[in-house]
């Protein structure tokens, strides 16, 4: 299985962690392990937690700062779920990717093979863009493209994305209030966006 958890869920717009949600979010997935699952996450949240907590109030003004707001707040990120999760006894290791190392078929090989063993040492992955050296030339994206590549990687039985919008609408429901919901696509056509 894998969780992909969007910034929105993991921090309020302060960018401060949403400590509630992180630790029931937490909580689930431990047990999803307990049962016999193997789950994957990939998570987001690394620039807004870096700006949080550098408690600077102006948005980032320029691709130098968000990275650097990414390398504060990817350490807080692991830091929170290594805490929460040890309490529940799941190991954690952070993987950091850019669109790169999943275009060479070495780098790609040596990601398989590391996940491999992770999950075969019942290790708890947590995947996230390398933001501090991607470009846009080398950006993957979100991190929705980035879950799916893993998912496709790993032979995932199972792809959750979780945000703070309820699913595949044609456009973007916060912004227009007659996005129409896209409940199910069986094939992918361009008419559908
Ligand atoms: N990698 C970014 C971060 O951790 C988020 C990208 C995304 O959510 O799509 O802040």
């Known amino acids: ?25 937490c909580k689930v997935i431990s047990d999803l392990k307990n049962a016999g699952n193997e789950v994957i996450m ?41 805490k929460i999760f040890s309490a529940y006894n799941i190991t954690v290791a952070q993987i950091l990717l850019t669109a790169d190392d999943l275009r060479n078929s070495e780098r790609h090989e ?6 491999a063993q992770l999950l075969k040492w019942n290790v708890l992955p947590v995947i996230n863009e390398n933001d501090t ?4 030339e080398i950006k993957i994206g979100d991190n929705d493209t980035l879950a ?4 496709e990687s790993v032979g995932a039985d199972l792809l959750v994305l979780m945000s ?7 456009s973007d429901p916060h912004q227009n209030p007659n ?9 992918w056509s361009d008419e559908l966006m």
Request: proline residues 2%.
């Open 148 to 151: 799916a590549i893993v998912a």
């Open 164 to 170: 703070d919008i309820d699913g595949l609408f044609d």
């Open 179 to 187: 996005a129409k919901f896209i409940e199910r696509i069986d094939e």
């Open 42 to 82: 990939v998570s987001s949240g690394a620039i807004a937690m870096g700006h949080g907590k550098l408690n600077i109030k102006e948005p980032p003004q320029n691709v130098a700062e968000k990275q650097a707001f990414a390398a504060v707040g990817q350490c807080e990120l692991m830091y929170a779920y290594d």
């Open 1 to 25: 299985i894998i969780i992909k958890i969007g910034t929105s869920t993991l921090t309020y717009a302060s960018g401060c962690i949403n400590i509630r949600r992180i630790e029931n979010l």
């Open 133 to 136: 050296v991607s470009t846009t």
């Open 110 to 115: 040596k990601f398989d093979n590391t996940m």
